[in-house]
């Protein structure tokens, strides 16, 4: 069974199709991207995995379970965890705390333990603590730990959105555009990351990426969308040479 | 001596400002939104406190009463956020706000309606007695409020840093998309959040009720309390009692050392003083954005 199925999804604003029939599915254990120019629809899948667009029409299941039953804030519980384009984080928190944030969905300790720092919150805490320091340290995040989001550099809130999806512990990493807005030695981590995501961590990586260098490197299979619907599916050097694909990127010549 | 008496007296009066001005920083902090209906839900609260004890009206007891009262405001709360604002999900921030100030006449008129425009005492324990503490003489109603404010205060802080609810609570106000992500029922959070702002501005209606009359035009009191989560820095919830602590001690002073009319003025104009010099307030909770 593949961890996530998409079928049929198709979803539109108004008169504008956004996806339109779109299916593919997900092995566990393997790093997928969606390409395809912009407007193409790729964020939108992603909006609609998290619930916050709900579809048409169309089957979304994530290890057999029907996605469109659960609410937006039970996704991450199913083990789903995502980043953002623009970057979504707590700009007034420090990075600590943004990724013990990420801890959210496996504190498990009532109000009155919590109001009284009983001894199994202390313990609880410890654990999360922990958790997020191997985050910490696995991104680097180390001279960053105290620093209010607020102030830090693009590239590093970045990483840091990245780290608080793992904190989470997800099986399914959902990454949209990790690569934009990054210079070519933070892409060049960035690729090293998802590999060791994958590789060490186990865990499922569906992205969304327009840098081709960083999708041929990290990527099993890639899916090609325009405007909503499937171009071509394959790995990476399949799609990057289908004449479909080409010409949705560059138009066709004048013949 | 003299100073001493204003002092506490004022502290007791600032600390229902601190009450009324919590339940402004708690709507904020959650929800980025001002509740200018504040005032008038402490009114509500303390009309609801009276109409259970008093003798004309149901007559209960009044330590049943009270957190009684307190349970209907933080239920009325928890209702208001699913009934009506959370309609405006999503829209700006001044439809919010029209909606507040909206709310407000809305409660003033009912409250009006059922227990009457006339001014009322609420028959509280509270009201009677004095204590002697080295000459100062300190009523046991201003006592109660500076402890149970305080206490309040102390509980609501807790509760934001330590429990993962008020911990989700201030992540949703920063960025409910992202809370979302981490698995946080925005809407559901929020509407906690009005429930303990209702169950808050209870607190402070009883309490002000047992230092004197009530009637429903007192939420205007919410105007002051809103200059003094201002002066306290519009957020923080240790700010916005010592922002109500300062406004209520000014004003006694004012009236006494100053001429007829400024007590009146004074808290306004040290909330401009600390606009000015001070904008995020006394104990402010953002800091300037590097550009």
Same mark, same amino acid.
């Given at each position: 069974m593949s961890l996530l199925e998409i079928r049929n999804a198709t979803l539109k604003f108004g008169g504008v199709v956004a996806v339109n029939d779109l299916s593919f599915a997900i092995e566990e254990g393997e790093v997928y991207a969606i390409v395809g120019p912009n407007g193409a629809g790729k964020s939108t899948v992603f909006n609609m995995i998290s619930r916050f667009y709900a579809p048409f029409a169309g089957q979304f299941r994530f290890d057999g379970q029907d /996605? /469109?039953?659960? !609410?937006p804030d039970q996704v991450a519980n199913l083990g789903i965890a995502r980043t953002f384009q623009n970057i979504e984080l707590f700009d007034q928190a420090t990075v600590l705390q943004n990724l013990l944030v990420g801890r959210h969905r496996h504190r498990q300790s009532t109000l009155l333990e919590e109001l009284f720092f009983a001894p199994r919150v202390r313990a609880e805490e410890r654990r999360h603590r922990h958790a997020v320091e191997e985050v910490i340290e696995f991104l680097d995040l180390q001279a960053y730990r105290?620093? !209010?989001? &607020?102030? /830090?550099p693009y590239g590093i809130r970045k990483v840091v959105e990245l780290g608080r999806a793992l904190a989470s512990g997800p099986r399914l990493l959902l990454l949209d555009e990790p690569a934009s807005g990054l210079s070519v030695e933070e892409t060049q981590d960035m690729r090293w990351w998802i590999d060791d995501i994958r590789r060490q961590m186990g865990i499922t990586v569906l992205m969304v990426e327009h840098d081709m260098g960083l999708v041929s490197g990290v990527c099993d299979r890639v899916l090609a969308l325009a405007d909503g619907a499937r171009l071509a599916e394959g790995t990476p050097a399949e799609v990057q040479s289908d004449p479909r694909v080409i010409e949705a990127y560059l138009g066709t010549g004048a013949v | 001596m003299d100073q001493l008496q204003l002092l506490v007296s004022g502290l007791a009066n600032g600390c229902v400002y601190g009450l009324i001005a919590l339940g402004f920083v708690l709507i904020y902090k959650a929800?980025?939104?001002?509740?200018? &209906?504040q005032g008038d839900f402490m009114m509500l609260g303390a009309f609801v406190a009276l109409g259970l004890t008093n003798a004309e009206y149901m007559a209960l007891p009044f330590w049943l009463a009270a957190p009684l009262s307190i349970l209907v405001m933080a239920v009325l709360g928890y209702l208001l956020d699913l009934l009506v604002l959370r309609r405006l999900f999503g829209q700006s921030q001044i439809a919010v706000v029209i909606l507040t100030i909206a709310l407000g006449f809305v409660i003033r008129f009912v409250a009006g309606a059922i227990w009457g425009h006339e001014p009322q005492t609420l028959q509280s324990p509270l009201s009677q007695g004095d204590i002697s503490l080295g000459g100062v003489v300190l009523s046991v109603v201003d006592l109660a409020v500076i402890v149970v404010t305080v206490l309040l205060t102390i509980t609501l802080y807790q509760f934001f840093q330590r429990t993962r609810l008020g911990l989700a609570m201030q992540a949703a106000s920063q960025n409910q998309m992202a809370a979302y992500v981490m698995g946080i029922p925005v809407k559901r959070v929020q509407g906690l959040i009005w429930g303990i702002s209702g169950a808050t501005a209870a607190v402070a209606g009883i309490l002000f009720a047992s230092k004197g009359a009530m009637d429903p035009n007192a939420g205007l009191l919410g105007i002051k309390a809103f200059a003094a989560a201002v002066i306290g820095g519009f957020g923080s919830l240790p700010g916005a009692l010592v922002g109500g602590l300062i406004v209520g001690v000014i004003e006694p002073f004012a009236a006494r050392y100053l001429a007829a009319g400024y007590s009146q003025i004074a808290p306004y104009a040290l909330l401009l003083a600390v606009l000015v010099f001070r904008p995020h307030g006394l104990i402010s909770q953002t800091r300037m954005k590097k550009v």
């Open positions: /996605l /469109l039953t659960v !609410r105290d620093k !209010r989001i &607020a102030g /830090l | 929800t980025e939104a001002v509740n200018f &209906a």
